[in-house]
């Protein structure tokens, strides 16, 4: 019998306080009662991890060799050690029986009595209604301590800044850091100066050799937009400036998606004052200062229309992938690769290699393109036809149908060996029956496993019926091609070209049809969408 046990511990002082190794101690004299030996056990084991979230390395470890059929049972010591919410309780135990894994906990088991079950949901639930309690206290109590100026919004210190060691959370420990606050009093002094923007900011400091809060020799403009815009260097701690929120597009089409939340400045009226630090700059001097980056807001390239670029922001480098810029130079257009504009702009070392890209020479032939596969739908109904084929299957659920084949593969081969030894007499009827019980209860669960993931495959593959509205939104499209303004090619190129990748003398293409009237209202970028490994 194989066995796997899973133990887990929210914070790093339960991590030093020894409770893992007290986890694994009652496991442990859980499998002497069972006469099981503890030293065949597989241990996965995360430190540090909220069972608030399913990302944890030691049981995405543990569910991907369950998913391959590895182990009979997992043995755990209580619910909460799976996981805290009762939805992720019920999911993951649903999902490690599905291979054919029996879970018990060691200090609650449960079977398969309805009483149990109840019990089980019962404290699923308690341990996430104390969870959420536990986190509104913790949040409350965070505001008023905000409000009484007795606690800072953050642990790491602004640049310029130092904590009181024995009170980092202190207010009144604040002190200035040299020779960091003198820098940051260049940084303000030389960004007022007449025609010093944040690029020409951004190479006098390093040209004075002045690192990077990180250590790094090239600051980013980033980093000194939010230098500028803190309060804080003018004697002043505020809480509650940003707040998290849903990405709503990608960061990047041409990598992973990532993290999928990012943050938002909220109101002025929202902050809240905390209290007051030693400043480095006068208030005076910081407002001038928000005054001109609002007013050189309106003059970011972003902003600049003087010039008209069919495929403006949809260009990509194929060699770096980084993203393309227009200019126009002495009557010439180019889209131009943001790591050729040195390591400011890139925020790379070295320069990317790619050439320049004629603008008019790429607009044409990416209009020409456009046209020609909405006049010729063929196109895509060839791509469909791939898609139904399983090309398109999304990695995740081609890894699992994989697994599926493999686990159902090994225990046929575990019916076929037990057998051979039976016929062998290795070992009596008896035991042989009980073997083949567990082996084919376990084949049960896979088979079944084998049956959903099918059912999701079919799902995916069924996109004949959408071909009929592909095929009337590309006669709608084609009414007006020959007589369309720039404004019009602009809107239908966004709309239908997610990206234009240029490797050298290669253009890659990547189109996006939509499937119904709703999705014509919705750029693809500004969808969610990880296609990155897709070709």
């Known amino acids: ?25 009652r496991l442990q004299i859980y499998c002497q009662c069972k006469n099981w030996f503890w030293e ?21 470890r543990l569910r991907d060799q369950v998913g391959r059929a590895i182990f009979d049972r997992v043995l755990i010591t209580a619910p ?28 609650h088991p449960m079977s398969q009595d309805p009483h149990d079950q109840l019990l089980l949901q019962i404290r699923g639930a308690v341990a996430e209604y104390e969870r959420t309690l536990i986190a509104e206290r913790m949040r409350r109590g965070r505001l008023q301590k905000f409000r009484a100026g007795t606690m800072l919004p953050w642990s790491r210190p602004p640049y310029g800044y130092r904590l009181d060691p024995d009170h980092p959370r202190d207010p009144s420990g604040v002190r200035l850091q040299e020779p960091e606050a003198i820098h940051v009093a260049e940084i303000f002094a030389y960004y007022l100066e007449e025609g010093h923007g944040l690029e020409q900011l ?81 208030q005076e001097q910081f407002d001038w200062v928000q005054a001109k980056l609002a007013d050189n807001l309106h003059f970011a390239r972003r902003n600049n229309t003087s010039h008209q670029y069919l495929l403006r922001a949809l260009v990509s480098c194929g060699l770096c992938h980084l993203s393309c810029l227009a200019r126009t130079s002495s009557g010439h257009a ?11 702009r890139s925020r790379r070392e070295e320069c990317c290699h790619a050439r ?28 469909l036809q791939r898609a139904q084929a ?82 009337e939104f590309c006669q709608r499209m084609n009414r007006g091609l020959s007589q369309a303004t720039f404004e019009q090619k602009r809107q239908l190129v966004e709309l239908l070209v997610d990206r234009v990748v240029v490797t050298m003398d290669e253009v890659e293409i990547r189109y996006v049809i939509p499937t119904s009237p709703r999705n014509e209202q919705v750029r693809f970028c500004h969808l969610l969408t990880d296609y990155s490994a897709a070709k």
């Open 80 to 107: 909460d050690r799976l996981a805290r919410k009762y939805v992720h309780q019920v999911l993951l135990v649903e999902e490690l029986e599905r291979g054919g894994c029996q879970v018990e906990f060691v200090e």
């Open 390 to 471: 399983g090309a398109w299957l999304p990695q995740e659920l081609q890894a699992r149908r994989t697994q599926v084949r493999k686990a159902r593969n090994t225990l046929c081969g575990q019916l076929e060996r037990l057998t051979e030894a039976y016929l062998a007499d290795a070992f009596p009827l008896g035991e042989y029956k009980r073997r083949r019980q567990d082996v084919e209860q376990r084949l049960v669960a896979v088979e079944m496993q084998a049956s959903q993931i099918e059912a999701s495959v079919q799902q995916h593959m069924e996109l004949a019926s959408i071909t009929g509205s592909i095929n």
């Open 40 to 60: 065949d056990v597989q241990i996965f084991r995360d430190d540090g991890y909220s069972g608030a979230s399913l990302k944890r390395p030691g049981l995405d």
């Open 202 to 282: 951004a190479k006098h400091l390093h040209q004075l050799g002045i690192p990077t809060p990180n250590g790094k020799s090239y600051w980013s403009l980033t980093t000194l937009r939010d230098m500028l815009r803190n309060p804080v260097y003018a004697g002043t701690v505020y809480a509650g400036r940003e707040r998290v929120v849903a990405k709503h597009r990608r960061f990047s089409p041409l990598q992973p998606i990532g993290r999928r939340s990012s943050t938002q400045e909220t109101p002025s009226q929202e902050w809240i004052v905390v209290g007051q630090v030693p400043a480095i700059v006068s």
């Open 334 to 344: 180019y889209y131009v690769c943001r790591g050729k504009q040195g390591p400011i």
């Open 1 to 25: 019998m194989n066995i796997a046990a899973y133990v887990r511990v929210s914070g790093q002082r339960q991590v030093q306080t020894q409770t893992i190794e007290q986890q694994l101690e």
């Open 356 to 383: 320049f890209i004629p603008v008019e020479q790429l607009d044409t032939l990416v209009w020409q393109d456009l046209c020609e596969v909405l006049q010729h739908p063929v196109v895509i109904e060839q791509a």
